[in-house]
């Protein structure tokens, strides 16, 4: 399903609503971190693929906001999953496709049909917590007098994401953007100054003014300018509708139709945009679902099936 309110939202409100955020720590309550523990540990048990399955797949369990890895040994071409088209590609000795959950994805099982074969595929709840932050009002509440920009800004956002190309630019694991530690995960439920709701849909990374950030993966540079919101604001199409969102940056070191090899320099972090101070806000996205960066760069470790 397609988080319209963040992709293309039209008015001012929905403006607010896109996957922005600053550089703090999430101020969560103890109660909620208990709620979240118990919500964790009741978890039911997933059963692992079949031996005899045609398809494996990382993480596991599946749960909503996290990147999928679908690997087979035998099948290749077109599947379909969660009513979206991904396609089984060769990846070493191995055929491949790459998808994710939306956080709005109900737990369930939710059936993957390649071809002729249908695999159950199982989808928990994971829960996110909240946290409060201030920002200037006037990123809040925008002036009038940047609404034509905010608008305008919108629809570039809506033309990219939905004019990928649908081959693949990637190749293997993707890598983190910065040398650095993040400070805030992905899928904080956020209060700004005390009224605006949104919902966090990357990583910040604790990165000081100038910080070299590099791409995570190989693509073409489709957004590379200043914006409203993001402030200095890259997007790299990877193909197979994959992008890959690089925000508040100081200077850039690419420009729009560039091709980049994975972790080439890109540009410089910065506090531009709705910030609270300098860091570098990293973003992936998936067919219209913003997608938790964390788990994708650790899907090709051993171990994480």
């Known amino acids: ?5 963040i992709l293309i939202p039209m008015t001012r409100r929905h403006a607010l609503l896109l996957s922005l955020g600053g550089p703090v720590v999430a101020q969560v309550s103890d109660s909620a971190r208990a709620t979240q523990g118990r919500k964790q540990s009741q978890r039911p048990p997933t059963a692992a693929p079949p031996q005899d399955s045609p398809v494996r797949w990382k993480p596991q369990p599946v749960f909503n906001g996290a990147p999928v890895l679908f690997e087979s040994k035998s099948f290749s071409g077109p599947a379909t999953w969660l009513g979206k088209k991904i396609e089984f590609r060769r990846d070493g000795d191995a055929f491949s496709a790459l998808a994710g959950v939306n956080l709005n994805r109900a737990p369930g099982r939710y059936p993957l049909a390649l071809g002729d ?18 920002v200037p009002q006037k990123f809040v509440e925008p002036p009038k007098e940047v609404q034509a920009q905010i608008d305008e800004e919108v629809a570039i956002k809506q033309r990219v994401f939905t004019s990928s190309r649908p081959n693949r630019l990637w190749q293997g694991p993707f890598v983190a953007p910065a040398n650095t530690r993040y400070t805030s995960s992905f899928g904080l439920r956020r209060i700004y100054n005390g009224r605006t709701r949104s919902v966090h849909q990357g990583l910040d990374y604790s990165a000081a ?21 993001e402030g200095g604001f890259i997007v790299i199409d990877h193909g197979e509708s994959i992008f890959t969102l690089y925000m508040h940056l100081s200077e850039f070191l690419v420009r729009e139709g560039a091709d980049v090899d994975k972790g080439e320099p890109i540009a410089k972090s910065g506090s531009s945009g709705r910030v609270t101070g300098p860091h570098l806000h990293f973003a992936v996205q998936w067919q219209g679902a913003y997608l938790e960066p964390s788990i994708l760069l650790g899907l090709w470790r051993s171990g994480n099936a």
Do not use: C, K, L, W
């Open 1 to 5: 399903m397609h988080r319209r309110d």
């Open 117 to 134: 074969e249908t695999v159950d595929i199982t989808v928990i709840r994971h829960a996110y917590p909240s946290s409060t932050i201030t």
């Open 209 to 229: 003014f100038g910080t070299q950030v590099t791409a995570a993966n190989s693509g073409r540079v489709e957004i590379a300018r200043d914006m409203y919101f």
